[in-house]
């Protein structure tokens, strides 16, 4: 059995939410998954500075783990600490927002980007990043921050169906993603897609999906793009 890990970077989640997502993951895929969270870090991601400010914790969760698994996937769909994660572990390492925002654009030639209210900017800087700005059809805000994220919201439900139906409608999106964790999380892709008429993916899936293959095709990043980083350093680093 391919055992993958979801590390939550940061400390904002409850222990039950936490086993919920545990349990959705395992019912996504066919690998092993376990969510393992930090006792440090930002209450969520919702700005630059917690991005970068949670960057360390997320290495600290994969120096930990790193020989309990075959694969990871950052918990947060910023990808915070991307590369430096590859140089850290030679097994394959998953950003949500990468995998899905490449499988968008292979699905469709233009798609959109759902985002909470505080991070439009750095969701369009993510697409450039990832050299498909010249897909992107728009970044959409719900209004929705993510510590108040009810999954069971039938009115979060119906803004991410307006912003969905707007971006196809108004942007001519061909796809379209949920930019949030938390929102993917949700799993009301079935009822945001009724009627939309263009996919609607679902992050979570996709890059559990994507690690889990990885592992098992025996696939790992390239360590010229990525090199490993010394031990010699990395213990200067966490002592």
């Given at each position: 059995m391919t055992d993958i890990a979801y590390l939550v970077p940061g400390k904002g989640l409850e222990s039950a939410e936490l086993d919920r997502r545990e349990r959705i993951a395992n019912g996504l895929i066919t690998a092993d998954v376990t969510v393992v969270d930090a006792d440090d870090g930002p209450l969520s991601i919702e700005s630059e500075v917690e991005h970068e400010w949670c960057v360390r914790s997320l290495l600290r969760l994969l120096r930990e783990n790193r020989d309990?698994?075959?694969?990871?996937?950052?918990?947060?769909?910023?990808?915070?600490?991307?590369?430096a994660a590859r140089e850290f572990v030679d097994k394959p390492v998953v950003g949500p927002a990468s995998a899905t925002f490449h499988t968008a654009a292979q699905l469709s030639d233009r798609f959109s980007c759902l985002t909470i209210r505080s991070t439009p900017a750095s969701k369009r800087r993510q697409i450039f990043a990832d050299h498909l700005g010249s897909q992107l059809a728009s970044v959409r805000v719900v209004e929705q921050g993510v510590l108040s994220v009810d999954h069971e919201s039938a009115e979060l439900i119906q803004k991410m169906r307006r912003e969905a139906e707007t971006a196809v409608e108004e942007d001519n999106a061909e796809s379209v993603v949920p930019g949030c964790m938390s929102?993917?999380?949700?799993?009301?892709?079935?009822?945001?897609?009724?009627?939309?008429?263009?996919?609607?993916?679902?992050?979570?899936?996709?890059?559990?999906?994507?690690?889990?293959?990885?592992?098992?095709?025996?696939?790992?990043?390239?360590?010229?793009?990525?090199?490993?980083f010394?031990?010699?350093?990395?213990?200067?680093?966490?002592?």
């Open positions: 309990r698994y075959d694969g990871f996937v950052i918990g947060c769909f910023g990808d915070p600490g991307l590369a929102l993917a999380f949700m799993q009301v892709h079935d009822r945001v897609a009724d009627n939309l008429g263009v996919p609607f993916l679902d992050p979570v899936r996709i890059s559990l999906g994507t690690a889990a293959m990885w592992a098992e095709q025996e696939l790992c990043h390239s360590q010229v793009t990525y090199p490993a010394s031990e010699e350093r990395e213990a200067s680093l966490f002592g």
